[in-house]
């Protein structure tokens, strides 16, 4: 049980989930059945007079990638006094520590650094690689929360999916939501979960600091061929499936990305940075119609300065794609800068 109230003396509590799929609530019947409908709802029970806001900044799809550039958007605009980060699915066992540290360092920034704790999500295999999302938990001081291996006692490890608990591989239907939140609200009724991470040099990877500025594909320049629409999340985008159209637009800084549309019948996005291509870009996922956020990394270093960028429709297309349909919601612009 809680010895004391973690924010005391606040009239005012906002706390943060930031993460993918898991988070933003996919294949809950309703979202307050989610793990984020539920311990939201716990942790406003638990401090009745206060003021408990609490955000959803999932998206499905996505990682700590994403997250990081993500930071500024949709976490520090809240000023939170707790964050939760769930990418342990999504990141799927590769090493980003980088990022992971970044959305650590861009907190540091606020003037009280809040709570942050790290959530580990399972596959239905219960075979989810966190060891690099523990390295920097234990770096830091960071308190975890092994929903995998809660799911895999609770169930006497036999498959989620078989047992009704999971839609597929990776997303809980309302009983594994059911058991992660029992999972989480356990360890939040402790102390130890109110943990602020440590400031403490050097970092454990190279790290970056992202200062992104989100625009959305409508409001900049682009050929008649795209199609201006309002599709997943409410997001204003860009669609076509005519070969040779283009969108351009210049910005000053180093950092570039964008976030586009999954589609089994994706296009090639050529994608030119002051005259030269920089990389070929596809959406394809088998079966997807529904045009899915996601985000296309492209480049943390540029020289900085002034840039040039033409995003082209590629004639040819993969053989398996059956097509050239391509969506473009957000540009994303700004500084990536290494964090000290």
Known sequence: MLTKNPFEGKSEV??????GSITEGAHSSEKKYSYFGIVSEWLKEQFP????NCHNAGIGGTGSNFGMVRMDKDVLCHKPDMLF???????AGMDRRAYMESIIRKTFALDEVPYIVFLYTANKQYTTVTSYHEQVAAYYGIPEIDLQTALKVTLDGKDPVELGMFKDNVHPLDGGFRIYSDTIISRLSMDSAFVKPAKKPPMLKETFLIDAEFTPSTKVCHTDGWD???AHRGYECLLTDKVGENISFEFD?????FESGLHKDSGILDVYIDGELFKSESSYYPNFTS?????KE???DLPMGHHKVEMVLREESCPEHRGSIYMVYHIITGTATPAK
């Open 49 to 52: 007079e206060q003021n408990v």
């Open 253 to 257: 800084g180093n950092f570039f990305a």
């Open 298 to 300: 492209m480049s943390y």
């Open 85 to 91: 980060v769930e990418f342990a699915v999504n990141d």
């Open 291 to 295: 045009f899915q956020c996601v985000f």
């Open 228 to 230: 201006e629409r309002t």
């Open 14 to 19: 906002n706390i943060v989930f930031l993460g």
